[in-house]
């Protein structure tokens, strides 16, 4: 069965997996959102049917049945119809539900599925002379080889992050989700270090969220707290000007952020700090900021109106996908296992 995660369920499964479609909703992958749409069955493990990740709730997943299995009885029902609840913890559960199951193919569905993957290649990535905030979170990935805990703020960032880093490991994404939590980011990446001290941990920011905490570089700094720091910095209020530009006819109001000098911040609390603004200095970068021992802060200056796409515009199904409206796209898609299709 093919899996898709929630922006939370991301590390579940290991997104390398050729059964795994990334995360589904507002912001999810374009094949992840067809597959649920089509399905006939999906089980829903532990997740709440968030307005992000269903789209328009009576259109959710209209051709399927809906199996909710969740520790919370409250949950069930709450947002969509579900036609077989199962309370529990989902070890047990799944244990349960696996020894009444006949392994079965589909393998004309999954063929749909690959077929979707490769006509709507959500996680490519333009060839631009520009840098693009995907790019970044792509390279934090191939360096780090998707061993680090990323840790996000709120807006484009958090999406950005979510789909153009391969995760596979659970909890290897941290972030505030819908509390959309501005400001969650360096505090929480601080605290994924301490409680992890032997990962790799990247916080990846906005240039708007980092400002609300950004008193937090002097805890990283006193304590030593080796937190690796990369500011997707578009000089603006990313995903708000988005929705101006998308829904309210480019009146930007209030999110344009004239900003500090970040690298001068850095300093002034005490940890290196480097701007980066073209593609060819990337990777050198970040190899510099994981090679020094304390906490390192990199200044990304990215192209300042790149939008997240594929969007699914609010109140609209899964299937109304908005897609990237420039079509010149490098394929790049990660490395998968087939060994266990
Ligand atoms: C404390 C707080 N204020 C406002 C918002 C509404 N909001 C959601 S995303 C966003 C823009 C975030 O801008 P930035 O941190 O620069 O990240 P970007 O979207 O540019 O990546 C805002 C203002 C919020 N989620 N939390």
């Not at 996680?123 to 002379?129: P, Y």
């Not at 301490?194 to 700094?221: F, H, K, R, S, Y």
């Not at 304590?223 to 708000?240: F, H, S």
Request: hydrophobic share 45%; glycine share 10%.
């Amino acid at each position: 069965m093919p899996v898709v995660t929630t922006l939370l369920g991301i590390g579940c499964f290991p997104e390398s997996h050729i059964l795994s479609l990334g995360m589904l909703g507002m912001h999810g992958t374009a094949y992840a959102n067809m597959a649920v749409d089509g399905a006939d069955l999906v089980i829903a493990i532990g997740m709440r049917f968030d307005d992000r990740a269903t789209g328009k709730v009576i259109g959710f997943a209209p051709q399927a049945r809906i199996i909710h299995i969740d520790i919370d009885p409250a949950e069930i029902g709450k947002n969509v119809r579900v036609d077989v609840p199962i309370v529990g913890d989902v070890k047990n559960v799944l244990h349960a539900l696996n020894e009444q199951i006949v392994s079965q193919t589909h393998v004309d569905w999954i063929e749909q599925i690959e077929d979707w993957r490769r006509e709507h290649p959500s996680t490519a990535i333009r060839e631009t002379e520009g840098l693009l905030p995907q790019y970044v979170v792509s390279k934090i990935y191939e360096v780090t080889q998707g061993d680090a805990i990323v840790v996000t703020g709120v807006g484009q960032n958090q999406m950005w992050a979510a789909r153009y880093f391969g995760y596979h490991k659970p909890n290897s994404l941290i972030s505030s989700g819908g509390l959309g939590t501005m400001g969650f980011e360096l505090p929480a990446a601080i605290g994924a270090k301490v409680g992890c001290p032997d990962e790799t941990v990247w916080c990846v920011a906005g240039d708007g969220g980092i400002q609300m905490t950004i008193q937090e570089l002097a805890t990283a700094v006193q304590d030593n707290i080796a937190v690796k720091i990369a500011i997707l910095n578009n000089g603006y209020l990313g995903m708000v000007r988005q929705w101006q530009e998308l829904f309210y006819g480019r009146r930007y109001v209030a999110t344009r952020l004239s900003g500090p000098d970040f690298v001068k911040i850095a300093e002034a609390y005490g940890l290196p700090g480097i701007r980066v603004s073209d593609k060819l200095q990337v990777v050198s970068a970040i190899e510099k900021a994981m090679a020094h021992e304390g906490p390192f802060l990199i200044d990304f200056v990215v192209e300042p109106e790149e939008n997240v796409y594929p969007m699914v515009m609010p109140g609209a199904t899964l299937a109304e996908i908005i897609e990237e409206p420039r079509r010149e796209l490098e394929v790049k898609v990660g490395p998968r296992d087939t060994s266990n299709v």
